[in-house]
């Protein structure tokens, strides 16, 4: 039996009257309904291919050099979703109500990607991607978590953004209200939280994840199966050029070490600062603005 705790009598009736629709393989194609969903463009598809709309005013717009080896499923009402340019997608989408997820050009996913959101919420990544094994992004936790005490919702669904020409490692998540910046590159197993944006051309890691290197650039040649690979580049980036600071973000460094880190309110500017003085007791942490 369905049960139906997070949506209103109306909102019930409405779905109800919805029959679901199901498109495999080479029946994703240009497509329109009497509910208003719309998909434009045809991609390359598979028998692992699948796009599931089960509310209405939905759309999906593909690019002229998708190959589409997942699955999307628009699970409410007014959602939207792009692959815009070239994109090899393989994983599985799912969209609340009001919601959008949007891929640049030149995005690679890797086997078992889960890219989900809700609640009116946002997932824009950019262009130049390369995304390893069985990443998770999340917009939205799935299930709400309340505050006992005083009954306030503590876990809201967040936007997530993923700037031009970032790597991310195998098995990372991307929490809701992530933001990482262009160039950067994000270490394997690592969880990326909103405490604080990962600036451009940061090398981070760990839980929560954290800057543990500055201005990085990382190229796209695979180290297996490339003949011109170089020891060295020329150098992109002036010795004294610090990371930039993202806006509304404060940044934190140690007297007695490479660590820094950007955070945007009090509590993460504290959890930040105590966990490395934890690490290492007899470092003292500092915040600019």
Same mark, same amino acid.
């Given at each position: 039996?369905?049960?139906?705790?997070?949506?209103?009598?109306?909102?019930?009736?409405?779905?109800?009257?919805? *029959?679901?629709?199901?498109?495999?393989?080479?029946?994703?194609?240009?497509?329109?309904?009497?509910?208003?969903?719309?998909?434009e463009g045809t991609p390359r598809t598979n028998g692992y291919s699948i796009v599931e709309f089960r509310g209405s005013n939905c759309k999906l717009v593909f690019g002229d050099s998708v190959r589409m080896y997942g699955q999307i499923a628009f699970q409410r009402d007014d959602s939207f979703v792009s692959l815009a340019g070239r994109v090899f997608y393989r994983?599985?989408?799912?969209?609340?109500?009001? &919601?959008?997820?949007?891929?640049?050009?030149?995005?690679? &996913?890797?086997?078992?990607?889960?890219?989900?959101?809700?609640?009116?919420?946002?997932?824009?990544?950019?262009?130049?991607?390369?995304?390893?094994?069985?990443?998770?992004?999340?917009?939205?936790?799935?299930?709400?978590?309340?505050?006992?005490?005083?009954?306030?919702?503590?876990?809201?669904?967040?936007?997530?953004?993923?700037?031009?020409?970032?790597?991310?490692?195998?098995? *990372?998540?991307?929490?809701?209200?992530?933001?990482?910046?262009?160039?950067?590159?994000?270490?394997?197993?690592?969880?990326?939280?909103?405490?604080?944006?990962?600036?451009?051309?940061?090398?981070?890691?760990?839980?929560?994840?954290?800057?543990?290197?500055?201005?990085?650039?990382?190229?796209?040649?695979?180290?297996?199966?490339?003949?011109?690979?170089?020891?060295?580049?020329?150098?992109?980036?002036?010795?004294?050029?610090?990371?930039?600071?993202?806006?509304?973000?404060?940044?934190? *460094?140690?007297?007695? &070490?490479?660590?820094?880190?950007?955070?945007?309110?009090?509590?993460?500017?504290?959890?930040?600062?105590?966990?490395?003085?934890?690490?290492?007791?007899?470092?003292?942490?500092?915040?600019?603005?």
């Amino acid at each position: 039996m369905t049960r139906w705790t997070e949506v209103s009598t109306k909102e019930r009736t409405l779905m109800d009257d919805i *029959t679901p629709v199901l498109l495999r393989g080479a029946d994703i194609k240009p497509y329109s309904d009497d509910n208003g969903n719309v998909i434009e463009g045809t991609p390359r598809t598979n028998g692992y291919s699948i796009v599931e709309f089960r509310g209405s005013n939905c759309k999906l717009v593909f690019g002229d050099s998708v190959r589409m080896y997942g699955q999307i499923a628009f699970q409410r009402d007014d959602s939207f979703v792009s692959l815009a340019g070239r994109v090899f997608y393989r994983g599985r989408t799912s969209l609340g109500l009001g &919601c959008s997820i949007s891929f640049g050009d030149n995005v690679y &996913c890797g086997v078992d990607l889960q890219v989900n959101t809700a609640e009116g919420q946002s997932i824009t990544i950019g262009d130049d991607i390369l995304i390893a094994n069985h990443v998770r992004i999340k917009g939205g936790d799935s299930h709400p978590i309340y505050d006992g005490v005083t009954g306030q919702r503590i876990n809201p669904s967040r936007p997530v953004v993923i700037e031009d020409h970032v790597w991310i490692g195998q098995e *990372t998540f991307i929490m809701p209200g992530s933001h990482i910046g262009t160039g950067s590159i994000i270490g394997a197993r690592s969880m990326v939280m909103r405490g604080g944006p990962i600036p451009p051309h940061s090398l981070a890691a760990g839980t929560p994840a954290s800057v543990r290197r500055s201005n990085v650039h990382w190229v796209r040649k695979h180290t297996q199966n490339s003949f011109d690979l170089t020891e060295e580049i020329a150098p992109i980036f002036s010795p004294e050029e610090p990371a930039p600071v993202p806006r509304g973000s404060k940044l934190l *460094t140690c007297d007695s &070490c490479s660590f820094q880190v950007h955070a945007r309110d009090e509590g993460d500017i504290v959890a930040a600062a105590a966990r490395h003085e934890f690490d290492e007791p007899k470092h003292t942490v500092t915040t600019s603005i």
